[in-house]
């Protein structure tokens, strides 16, 4: 493992976060692992040992710097394994002092501590987790499956005789029965799972209130709120999950905006603004691969006049990194639910899925997907905007592709000093981009004069 970009500096002055904190030499081995277990539950992350209320506390002794070493051996359980670096500094009277560094790796495994509690770094704090909350790391870890779980009080009497009949024949099954025996759709003792009830239940809401989909369209791109509120069109969508999904696209089409088109016969025809293939990728993801676990939330497929936004509820698996999403490997969080839908014609795995979406949005000229995570949600973005030639964006000066950034993700006009703030890029260099940009066509300046202060940018509006 490299040693961590910090100086004496930085670990003063640098923001404890979602990827680093600062502990006292004085801290317990038992606090400490807190961190530790928080940050490999996670995505990871930097510990600086030896600041407290911003002054470095001098060397540590011989007995802490062996405490240091061994706290993820002895009080974390599996063993967490991290680099340990020691940082030689001078504090503010200019004695020598020393700042040991911890860096945790993100794992593939649930982490607790040796008194059986188990934390996560959300934000700048390591959150201890409850049960159900445990289960769902160990889920979005691959550790245990939900989907193989039993429904109590469920019975098979309470699946769609005529979906299983139809999924039955799919496959070559001889009976119902056999089918969802085949793909371990009931328990060894013949109970229904999570899987059998969401794909062929009648009700599966009675169980599961949260495994719906709620498509929302906005008239304009930003969520407006109060008496600005911009939502003009709300349809909660129930049933199992095939059935879902086939709501699901019948809803967006009809409320996906259009855009006028010029055809190869030279007449105008009305166009949806994104491609049908990516967005419907986007959904069957979303429905078989997010966390039917949590019970608090749903899918949300929100319709802005530029952008398609689908959040569903629970993180990508294990370690993979929205960053890279094209990296993660195939994986399904609900492999009996996937396995299903594989044989219904209406999924792929993970990886599979997402490769689709960036090939059809890059198909069709747009910039590529955009995933965004949080704790417990991941959201895909899928913009109205062209992709820039790239012998274009070879030509543009330093920064100019942070420039536009910013103006199509604010979807507003900006002034000069917005844009510098905004990206903590000086003013000369944001200056230059802008001018390339407008030259380029890709920003559009609005003022009365060049010296006009209450002079804006902006990107054209994508649907003309």
Not at 135 to 153: A, M, T, W
Not at 183 to 196: K, M, P, Q, W
Not at 403 to 425: F, H, Q, Y
Not at 445 to 450: E, H, I, L, N, V
């Amino acid at each position: 493992m490299d040693t961590p970009v910090w100086n004496c500096t930085t670990v003063i002055s640098a923001p404890e976060d979602q990827w680093f904190d600062r502990k006292s030499y004085r801290i317990s081995a038992k606090d400490l692992a807190k961190t530790i277990i928080a940050f490999a539950n996670s995505d990871g992350g930097t510990i600086a040992v030896g600041v407290h209320g911003g002054q470095l506390e001098g060397a540590p002794t011989a007995d802490q710097m062996s405490r240091l070493r061994q706290v993820g051996i002895e009080h974390v359980s599996p063993t967490v394994r991290y680099g340990f670096f020691v940082l030689d500094c001078t504090d503010s009277s200019g004695a020598p002092a020393q700042v040991c560094l911890i860096d945790v790796p993100a794992s593939e495994r649930v982490h607790e501590s040796t008194d059986g509690n188990c934390y996560l770094r959300v934000g700048d704090q390591s959150m201890k987790l409850s049960f159900d909350d445990r289960l769902e790391l160990q889920y979005s870890k691959g550790e245990r499956q939900f989907d193989s779980q039993l429904v109590r009080g469920a019975e098979v009497s309470d699946l769609s005789d005529q979906a299983l009949a139809t999924y039955a024949s799919s496959i070559g099954a001889s009976s119902a029965e056999t089918a969802l025996s085949g793909r371990h759709l009931l328990t060894r003792s013949g109970d229904v799972t999570v899987a059998a009830e969401l794909l062929f239940g009648t009700d599966p809401q009675e169980f599961f209130p949260n495994a719906a989909i709620r498509v929302l369209k906005f008239d304009s791109p930003r969520r407006e709120t109060g008496q600005r509120q911009n939502l003009v069109e709300d349809v909660r969508i129930e049933g199992n999950l095939p059935t879902m999904i086939r709501d699901a696209v019948t809803a967006i089409r009809r409320l996906l905006p259009r855009r006028r088109h010029l055809d190869t016969g030279g007449a105008f025809t009305w166009e949806p603004v994104l491609p049908e293939d990516a967005w419907l990728e986007g959904i069957v993801n979303a429905v078989l691969h997010r966390s039917y676990s949590l019970a608090g939330d749903h899918i949300r497929v929100e319709l802005f006049p530029d952008r398609i936004e689908i959040t569903s509820p629970g993180r990508f698996p294990g370690l993979a990194d929205p960053r890279h999403p094209l990296s993660i490997a195939r994986f399904a969080r609900n492999p009996l639910i996937a396995r299903v839908a594989i044989d219904l014609g209406i999924g792929q795995e993970l990886g599979e899925g997402i490769r689709r979406i960036y090939e059809e949005m890059q198909a069709g000229g747009f910039t590529e997907p955009e995933y965004r995570q949080t704790s417990g949600t991941v959201t895909l973005i899928l913009r109205v905007e062209q992709a820039v030639d790239p012998a274009v964006m070879d030509r543009l000066p330093k920064h100019a592709d942070e420039v536009l950034g910013v103006l199509r993700e604010t979807r507003a006009p900006m002034g000069t000093g917005d844009i510098v703030n905004s990206l903590s890029i000086n003013r000369p260099a944001v200056q230059q981009a802008l001018k390339a940009l407008r030259d380029e066509g890709l920003v559009t300046w609005d003022g009365r004069s060049p010296r006009d202060p209450r002079a804006t940018w902006s990107t054209p509006d994508p649907l003309h």
